[in-house]
């Protein structure tokens, strides 16, 4: 990206709506949103259930930053299947009426800098441990999805619409360096997303992720989520998709 044009483009329609309901992308907006999930393992025959952090990769698979002392790694290490449940039901004064995505797959551990990168960027804390050499990276891949919406509104879900399938190679790789020019030279137009178009109070926002579907900010403990109104493939079109989100957010 380059730092010239942040100033100019045209107007995007802002939607928290998703045509016809869609079930998979809804499921993409809950792995998308948060930040934690219970871990479900198998230690031994019987079931364990540990609370772990997670950040979506660009195809919505959760990645997790885990510890081989942990009970949950060496219950993966011992049998690879998991399940992640994602509630987003906090803010719901019946918790039963609102969402929340249980993930049925596998636990991969895997290498890859790019990752852990995306990792550390979306939870800060851990860069204090991200590098330790008891801590491994792995990448949960769902068989299934399980998305209950509310009462009378459940859906399964197959892998396959689950995750994002179009070619996101381009994008992850110019992540690192977007991420870094926009916390550099357009902080203004961060902030402006943060207050204008998601109507969050001020505070030092920085774009901590940005993937097909959306971007995501940080400021300190506090995170915010702005989905894109179409899906963005390559740091040319990221570029002018966060064009078009600073004009509409400076009106």
Same mark, same amino acid.
């Given at each position: 990206?380059?730092?010239?044009?942040?100033?100019?483009? *045209?107007?995007?329609?802002?939607?928290?709506?998703?045509? +016809?309901?869609?079930?998979?992308?809804?499921?993409?907006?809950?792995?998308?949103?948060?930040?934690?999930?219970?871990? *479900?393992?198998?230690?031994? @025959?019987?079931?364990?259930?540990?609370?772990?952090?997670?950040?979506?990769?660009?195809?919505?698979?959760?990645?997790?930053?885990?510890?081989?002392?942990?009970?949950?790694?060496?219950?993966?290490?011992?049998?690879?299947? =998991?399940?992640?449940?994602? +509630?987003?039901?906090?803010?719901?004064? +019946?918790?039963?009426?609102?969402?929340?995505?249980?993930?049925?797959?596998?636990?991969?551990?895997?290498?890859?800098?790019?990752?852990?990168?995306?990792?550390?960027?979306?939870?800060?804390?851990?860069?204090?441990?991200?590098?330790?050499?008891?801590?491994?990276?792995?990448?949960?891949?769902?068989?299934? @999805?399980?998305?209950?919406? !509310?009462?009378?509104?459940?859906?399964? =879900?197959?892998?396959?619409?689950?995750?994002?399938?179009?070619?996101?190679?381009?994008?992850?790789?110019?992540?690192?360096?977007?991420?870094?020019?926009?916390?550099?030279?357009?902080?203004?137009?961060?902030?402006?997303?943060?207050?204008?178009?998601?109507?969050? @109070?001020?505070?030092?926002?920085?774009?901590?992720? =940005?993937?097909?579907? !959306?971007?995501?900010?940080?400021?300190?403990?506090?995170?915010?989520?702005?989905?894109?109104?179409?899906?963005?493939?390559?740091?040319?079109?990221?570029?002018?998709?966060?064009?078009?989100?600073?004009?509409?957010?400076?009106?």
């Amino acid at each position: 990206m380059q730092s010239r044009d942040l100033d100019a483009g *045209a107007p995007v329609e802002m939607s928290e709506t998703v045509p +016809d309901g869609d079930p998979a992308t809804l499921a993409r907006r809950l792995l998308r949103r948060s930040g934690r999930a219970a871990l *479900a393992t198998s230690m031994r @025959g019987a079931p364990y259930v540990s609370l772990a952090l997670f950040v979506a990769d660009l195809d919505a698979s959760p990645l997790l930053l885990l510890s081989d002392l942990a009970q949950h790694s060496r219950n993966i290490a011992f049998d690879p299947r =998991i399940s992640l449940l994602i +509630d987003a039901t906090r803010d719901y004064p +019946d918790p039963l009426t609102g969402p929340r995505l249980t993930l049925i797959g596998r636990a991969e551990a895997i290498t890859d800098p790019r990752l852990l990168g995306r990792f550390v960027a979306h939870h800060p804390a851990s860069a204090i441990y991200a590098e330790f050499a008891d801590f491994r990276l792995y990448r949960a891949v769902p068989e299934r @999805g399980h998305l209950v919406e !509310g009462f009378g509104r459940i859906h399964w =879900i197959d892998r396959h619409d689950l995750l994002f399938a179009d070619d996101n190679g381009a994008l992850a790789a110019a992540e690192p360096e977007i991420l870094r020019h926009m916390n550099a030279d357009h902080a203004d137009a961060i902030a402006s997303y943060a207050r204008n178009l998601l109507g969050r @109070g001020s505070g030092d926002w920085q774009m901590s992720g =940005i993937d097909p579907e !959306g971007l995501d900010l940080r400021s300190g403990s506090d995170s915010a989520r702005l989905d894109f109104p179409a899906p963005v493939l390559t740091p040319e079109d990221a570029r002018k998709t966060l064009v078009q989100l600073a004009v509409e957010a400076r009106k």
